[in-house]
């Protein structure tokens, strides 16, 4: 069981360049979502994902967008990255039924922009 | 959204017990105390969750407040392994957005 796969684990762009960041968990799990980490910081929602098909803005949106392509995956993409988004990356899932609200993370992708 | 304040930072002896405060004066009644911790350089992990009573499990133990305005979680025996950062969160039932304050670190001395 694998539970919630993020890649890549590292990544360097330049300014200006794009990218997409994946997530896929293997859980069936409805809820999933998008954390960004900067140095020392809590944890801040970018988007999310209550079931397939939809997403919503979390407390950062502004520069990403994301993808909810199947049930399994959870994609975001930088259209234009910028060194602000610096930043260490999280993907989450969770069962938001009620039955079981434990919340699991990826390992986290280390995104550079210079 | 409701809001939790935790300490920033917290010390605790190696094999003692530790009890990491929580307040959330404005919490509702559908909101559930979560806790997840994050060791260094990993991803978050569940620690445990409650509503209104006191709860344990194989990590630790929560204890609520009876009118829910704070909470504690409660290490039994702080091993070197516990040290990280601890999140106290409040997720309504039936509400998917989860989202994090900054937590307490918690160093603990061996």
Redesign the interface.
Known sequence: NAG?TQTPKFQVLKTGQSMTLQCAQDMNH??M?W?RQDPG?????IY?S?SEGTT?K??VPNGYNVSRLNKREFSLRLESAAPSQTSVY?C?S?D?S?RD????????TRLTVV | DAKTTQPNSMESNEEEPVHLPCNHSTISGTD?I?W?RQLPS?????VI?GLTSNVNNRMASLAIAEDRKSSTLILHRATLRDAA?Y?CIL?P??N????????TRLTIIP
């Open positions: 919630v409805n809820s979502y954390y910081m809590g944890l801040r929602l999310y209550a919503d979390g407390e999280f989450a969770s938001n009620g609200p434990e919340a699991f993370f990826g390992q986290g | 559930y979560h997840y990993q991803g978050p992990e569940y969750h950062v999140y997720y039932f039936g998917e957005k989860l989202t994090f304050g900054t937590g």
